[in-house]
């Protein structure tokens, strides 16, 4: 298993995009504790929904974009080791989804917790 990701972290920019991409993960996560204890009991989470509490979650539901975000690193990941071989342009541009993703996810929970402070 570790020669799987030995090739794909020999190569700088999917290096680079998948450390930067859990490094602004666990960041969203350290945001989205300290201020955990602050924001209320419910929050407007699902923002593509109609005006109402459908819109809403329980405060706990500020944890589910940078898991969602987590769990879509880890299949990029995944996926990059495996074709990294036979489409290194691939491998290139899924660290990269992963990071963009992950730079969304952050900016999607800065704006949330700053909307209801």
């Not at 995009?17 to 989470?45: D, K, N, T, W």
């Amino acid at each position: 298993m570790n020669g799987l990701f030995k090739n794909t972290f020999n190569d700088r920019t999917t290096k680079r995009g998948f450390f930067f991409c859990i490094i602004i993960i666990v960041l969203s996560i350290i945001y989205v504790a300290f201020y955990y204890r602050f924001l209320p009991p419910l929050i407007p989470l699902f923002n593509q929904l109609p005006w109402g509490e459908q819109r809403l979650s329980k405060t706990i539901g500020i944890f589910i974009p940078p898991l969602i975000a987590f769990i879509i690193f880890l299949i990029n990941l995944i996926l990059a080791s495996r074709f990294y071989a036979k489409a290194p342009l691939l491998s290139r541009m899924l660290a990269i989804t992963s990071f963009l993703i992950s730079i969304l996810t952050f900016l999607f929970i800065i704006r949330t917790v700053q909307a209801v402070l």
